[in-house]
């Protein structure tokens, strides 16, 4: 079954680019989807066995983060294909939403799409850390096409933004798992293991001098894709350009991804007695990120790069939560969840605002609760839910990381995150009411039929961020905590 999951979307993708025919290339897209989502949920049933002499195996890790970039990937597949079919046949300016859509540049997206999602649940399932390294340098490759689909200057910028700085990243991440090679070698050693399993079981015998090393080239590396501060300046242009749907799945599961690499060479120093070095480099950088975050969010004037901004805040509070560990650990893995789900919305409605307003400056968005009711009321609900507003799920996981902080009596770390929090919130509340009140423009006409559409996706997706700030199934509560559990393991 685990060959299937990544082998599924990557056939898939291929046989897109040589469908000709719309239907059929976006019935593929959305079976695909229906298809590895089910398989992931399946792994929660039968856990699938190693492949690959272990390369290739479901942790608790694993399953939590398969599921929800299956999860996340089946939502944007039913919005994209509303998506696709609602632009086809309008024209507008190259650099708008919405324009002519070519059945080349469609197959393209959507088997680059589908290749993506190939590349993000090998990333999931990868437990050699060279194996690993491959499966986030395929998630660049397959995802920079996404970013190029618009074909204007901005969005090419963005695209050699993109590849230029993750790549030099990605270079980094590979010193650092050269750098881990050597502290697992011993003298008379005729190989080395980088299967995790293995990793772990000989921790306690790891160069602790360069293990500190790789984590710190590795925490660079990975933390230049997963966006976090300093290495983040490739993030608020390629999610800004790309088409939404594509923004969706760059910021919801692309940076999660990403993440994960960081958590397995964390693993390795809780395992090996380093967890006091790595959980404090994770937390500079955490606090690091959100205060970034919060100086460029304040008096944005684009709030698709406002959304960007966002998703650097937020992976700031997920490593804040590992660097605390503890508590925080739980808080970190369910705020992955939340923080997704939520992210993912937020772009979906932003790509229907861009669509009938034809620009993403903010302040010429007015009105769009009178607009397009449904956009506009999930417009302001997913502010409140994305910046830590009670009943939402963000609310629940970023408390729990403030509770761990409080626990420990780290002060300095709880008031830091909560100021940094309040000036986000306070950053992003004048752009987004502003566009949700008001009154329209003359000019705006919304297609027939386009709203409601292009909504239910999001709006579901909504009642999902709810339910996750009153209720966490308690499935789903094990698997976070089982992997709480690995991370904190000693």
């Known amino acids: 079954m685990i060959l299937l999951v990544i082998l599924i979307p990557a056939l898939a993708g291929a046989a897109a680019f040589f469908i000709g025919s719309d239907p059929l290339r976006r019935g593929l897209l959305v079976s695909t989807a229906l298809v590895q989502f089910a398989l992931s949920v399946a792994t929660w049933i039968l856990p699938p066995a190693p492949a690959l002499s272990g390369w290739l195996a479901e942790d608790a890790l694993g399953r939590l983060f398969l599921t929800l970039t299956s999860l996340l990937f089946l939502a944007s597949s039913f919005y994209a294909v509303a998506y696709l079919r609602g632009e086809r046949g309008e024209s507008h300016s190259d650099f708008e939403e919405g324009f002519l859509f070519s059945n080349a540049r469609e197959a393209s997206f959507t088997g680059c799409l589908l290749l993506f999602l190939a590349a993000m649940t090998l990333v999931t399932l990868s437990q050699h850390l060279g194996l690993l390294w491959v499966a986030v340098e395929a998630t660049t490759l397959a995802s920079a096409p996404l970013i190029y689909f618009h074909r204007h ?68 590396g990975y933390g230049t894709k997963m ?33 994960l690499g960081i958590l397995r060479i964390h693993q390795i120093c809780v395992a090996s007695g380093l967890v006091d070095f790595s959980q404090r480099l994770l937390l500079v950088f955490g606090l690091l990120s959100m205060a970034v975050a919060a100086i460029f969010i304040t008096g944005q004037v684009d709030y698709k790069r406002m959304l960007a901004y966002s998703s650097v805040e937020h992976m700031g509070i997920l490593a804040v939560g590992v660097g605390l560990g503890g508590a925080g650990l739980f808080g970190s893995m369910l705020h ?153 393991q000693r």
Not at 175 to 199: E, N, Y
């Open 153 to 220: 200057h901005r969005s090419l910028e963005a695209t050699w933004k993109y590849l230029l700085i993750c790549s030099v990243g990605i270079a980094l991440a590979l010193l650092g798992i050269f750098f881990l090679a050597v502290a697992a070698t011993s003298p008379g050693t005729a190989a080395v293991s980088l299967v995790l399993k293995d990793l772990l079981s000989d921790a306690p015998h790891l160069n602790p001098l360069w293990l500190k090393a790789a984590f710190v080239l590795m925490l660079v």
């Open 336 to 488: 992955v969840i939340n923080h997704s789900l939520t992210k993912v919305m937020l772009f979906m409605v932003a790509g229907n605002l861009l669509a009938v307003y034809h620009t993403k400056t903010a302040k010429n968005v007015s009105g769009a609760l009178q607009v397009l009711p449904v956009s506009g009321l999930l417009w302001v609900l997913g502010f409140l839910a994305i910046t830590g507003s009670p009943p939402f799920g963000p609310f629940l996981s970023e408390f729990t990381i403030l509770k761990a902080a409080l626990d420990q009596g780290r002060s300095f770390v709880a008031i830091t995150y909560l100021i940094l929090l309040a000036i986000i919130l306070a950053g992003m509340a004048t752009p987004v009411l502003e566009m949700a009140q008001g009154t329209p423009r003359e000019d705006i006409i919304v297609p027939a039929g386009r709203g409601v559409a292009l909504s239910a996706v999001p709006a579901i997706l909504g009642a999902a961020i709810l339910l996750m700030g009153i209720y966490v199934p308690p499935a789903l509560s094990r698997t976070i905590h089982e992997a709480a559990r690995l991370l904190g």
């Open 227 to 259: 966006g976090l501060a300093p290495f983040h300046t490739w993030l608020p242009n390629a999610h800004s350009e790309a088409p939404s749907v594509a923004s969706a799945l760059l910021s919801g599961a692309l940076l999660n991804c990403a993440f």
